[in-house]
T-cell receptor
Framework: AQKVTQAQTEISVVEKEDVTLDCVYETRDTTYYLFWYKQPPSGELVFLIRRNSFDEQNEISGRYSWNFQKSTSSFNFTITASQVVDSAVYFCALSGGNQGGKLIFGQGTELSVKP | ETGVTQTPRHLVMGMTNKKSLKCEQHLGHNAMYWYKQSAKKPLELMFVYNFKEQTENNSVPSRFSPECPNSSHLFLHLHTLQPEDSALYLC???????????????FGPGTRLTVL
């Protein structure tokens, strides 16, 4: 079975702090894909990143960085120097290579960045 | 119009009403999805359509009836809903249902449904 766990339900930080959102996944597929989405208060999920299971290289995009570790089945997301506009619910998701488009979402982590 | 649009954005209906949710994508994608997002719960996949054909029904009650007339439009027909069906209904599209780039799903803003 496939499963995504985001153990942190809510995180509150002060602006300019760094924050890491944890994501742990379970799958038996040898090929799979991991995603992060951001859901601001407006409701629309915004795609942030996709990572393939065969590419463990970490990625940095501006203030965002992702740490993919197959050995611990984790795909953590770090925001450096957080800003108020980063306040949102963040979802980690998993898709198997032959799952017909199915995305399995974690429960989401609500991040609140205070000024 | 760009991206994925959904109408209406908000809907209040009684348990005996019949209503429909509409989703339209302007991305040239071939796959479309309906998700349900209830408070404090992860997103639940409801239906998947690929090239207008339903490929996934995640044990959704028959009071939810999807329709996909073409690859750009997706409807969710609602009838005799229950208060527990109140949720945010999100539509998404992707290039296809394979892996990698094909499975990057783009979401609409959702319809906030309240069933009285």
């Amino acid at each position: 079975a496939q499963k995504v766990t985001q153990a942190q339900t809510e995180i509150s930080v002060v602006e300019k702090e760094d924050v890491t959102l944890d994501c742990v996944y379970e799958t038996r597929d040898t090929t799979y894909y991991l995603f992060w989405y951001k859901q601001p208060p407006s409701g629309e999920l915004v795609f942030l990143i996709r990572r393939n299971s065969f590419d463990e290289q970490n990625e940095i995009s501006g203030r965002y960085s992702w740490n993919f570790q197959k050995s611990t089945s984790s795909f953590n997301f770090t925001i450096t120097a957080s800003q108020v506009v980063d306040s949102a619910v963040y979802f980690c998701a998993l898709s198997g290579g032959n799952q017909g488009g199915k995305l399995i979402f974690g429960q989401g982590t609500e991040l609140s960045v205070k000024p | 119009e760009t991206g994925v649009t959904q109408t209406p954005r908000h809907l209040v209906m009684g348990m005996t009403n019949k209503k429909s949710l509409k989703c339209e994508q302007h991305l040239g994608h071939n796959a479309m999805y309906w998700y349900k997002q209830s408070a404090k719960k992860p997103l639940e996949l409801m239906f998947v359509y690929n090239f207008k054909e339903q490929t996934e029904n995640n044990s959704v009650p028959s009071r939810f009836s999807p329709e996909c007339p073409n690859s750009s439009h997706l409807f969710l027909h609602l009838h005799t809903l229950q208060p527990e069906d109140s949720a945010l209904y999100l539509c998404a599209s992707s290039l296809g249902v394979g892996g990698g780039d094909y499975n990057e799903q783009f979401f609409g803003p959702g319809t906030r449904l309240t069933v009285l």
